[in-house]
C-alpha cells in the first residue's frame, strides 16, 4: 500500500527516529526504504532533497514484519548425524567413496 498524503502525516526520517519507540537509527531506516526486510519495504516518499514517511507506514511495516511466519529450528545435531550417515550409505552405494 502507498503512502495517501491526503489522509496521512508526513514526518522526515529522522524525525520517526526519534520518534520511534524501538531503537532505530537513520540508516537503518534508510536500509528499510532501499532494501526492506523479508521482501516489505518501508514506504516513504522524496519531496525536494528531503525523504519523508508516516507513522501509519511505519505501523504497516512493523505489523508486516511481525506477521511472517516463525523460521522453523534448525535440525539437531543427532538428525544431521543421522542424514550424514544416509549420504554416506548413497555415495558409498554408488561408489562414488
Known sequence: MAIDLRAEQLILLGEACRRLSVVASP???WRWRTRGVNGVKLECVRAGRKWYT???????????????????PAPKSQELSIRSDK??????????L
Open 54 to 72: 508516516t507513522y501509519e507506514a511505519l505501523n504497516r511495516f512493523l505489523d508486516a514484519q511481525s506477521s511472517l511466519p516463525v523460521p522453523s
Open 87 to 96: 549420504t554416506h550409505d548413497r555415495l558409498k552405494a554408488a561408489g562414488l
Open 27 to 29: 540508516p537503518t531506516l
